[in-house]
């Protein structure tokens, strides 16, 4: 089965092509303001690059969020978009991609993306969480075997702690999230976005 996963919610927008379990291609770039610029044409290049047309793509995983607002938001019109066109469309969340594979090695995987005005989105015990600095590093206190899993940068209080930079462009995590991690297509936002009107 041909499968494309797209991520537009981070700065690092990205897409991946896979067939089965092999990653047949990925392509990535960090300028979120030309995203939904790019996107189509990103996706166009790379399934002409494998030589893979639209048609030949059965299945679409998007990121659904939390991340920017804008950038979730084009994520998931991507998606619908490609189930307009009759393809089989799911979601995974950001941070359920972010953290995917660390389990494996013996970690609790602690997924981290800031959130603007001073805090950060993460994910622990499968609990999704928009919280501050010293709230991350309480409940890191607390957990066994922690590791931080960030793209980018993190506060350097929190590089006390077990950490690593994730390199894999998020497409491709997507494309290796297990099915029980997938949802119908839908948004994943954790605390009300910036653009909602005040009552």
């Known amino acids: 089965m041909i499968r494309l996963g797209i991520d ?28 939904a610029e790019v996107v189509f044409k990103q996706i166009d290049n790379l399934l002409n690059l494998i030589g ?26 991507v998606g619908k978009a490609f189930k307009e066109c009759g393809k089989r469309v799911f979601s995974g969340t950001t941070l359920r991609a ?14 981290l993306i800031p959130a603007r005005r001073g805090k ?7 609990v999704s969480l928009d919280i501050d600095l010293a709230e991350i590093q309480e409940k ?32 491709v995590k997507l494309l290796r999230l297990e099915r029980e991690f997938l949802s119908p297509l839908k948004f994943h936002y954790v605390r009300e976005h910036d653009a909602k009107p005040q009552t």
Request: proline share 8%; net charge negative.
């Open 8 to 35: 537009l919610s981070l700065p690092e927008g990205s897409i991946a092509v896979s067939q089965g379990n092999e990653i047949l291609s990925s392509v990535s770039w960090n300028r979120p303001k030309i995203h």
């Open 52 to 77: 893979i047309s639209k048609d030949e793509v059965e299945e679409v995983v998007v990121s659904s969020g939390p991340g920017s607002f804008t950038g979730v938001r084009l994520s998931v019109s």
């Open 98 to 111: 972010l953290s995917s594979g660390y389990e494996k090695l013996g970690f609790t995987p602690v997924p």
């Open 120 to 126: 950060y989105y993460t994910e622990i015990k499968g």
């Open 140 to 171: 890191l206190r607390e957990i066994e075997k922690p590791l931080i899993v960030f793209k980018g940068e993190i506060p350097k209080e929190l590089s006390l702690f077990p950490n690593v930079e994730e390199r894999t462009p998020l497409a």
